[in-house]
């Protein structure tokens, strides 16, 4: 942390604080609102698999666990 925003361990406990208060929250709720209205919002997102990491033990998960039906193996010709 650049020495000109202070001792990092104020700034850890500040972001953190404003974290569990929703200060966070409400200045991107704020952002959005305002670029929205200004026709600047777009909501095209894209996620490369590239950089999206596994827990070391996520490739070796089995796959009966439960979750959404998209994620659960197909058994017997029924999902």
Avoid: C
């Amino acid at each position: 942390m650049p020495e000109r925003f202070g001792n990092w361990n104020t700034i850890y406990k500040n972001f953190n604080r404003w974290s569990e208060q929703g200060v966070w929250a409400r200045v991107l709720e704020k952002v959005q609102s305002l670029t929205h209205q200004r026709g600047e919002l777009d909501w095209v997102a894209s996620i490369d698999s590239t950089i999206v990491r596994v827990h070391q033990h996520g490739a070796t998960l089995r796959r009966d666990t439960g979750g959404s039906i998209e994620l659960q193996e197909v058994r017997g010709g029924a999902a």
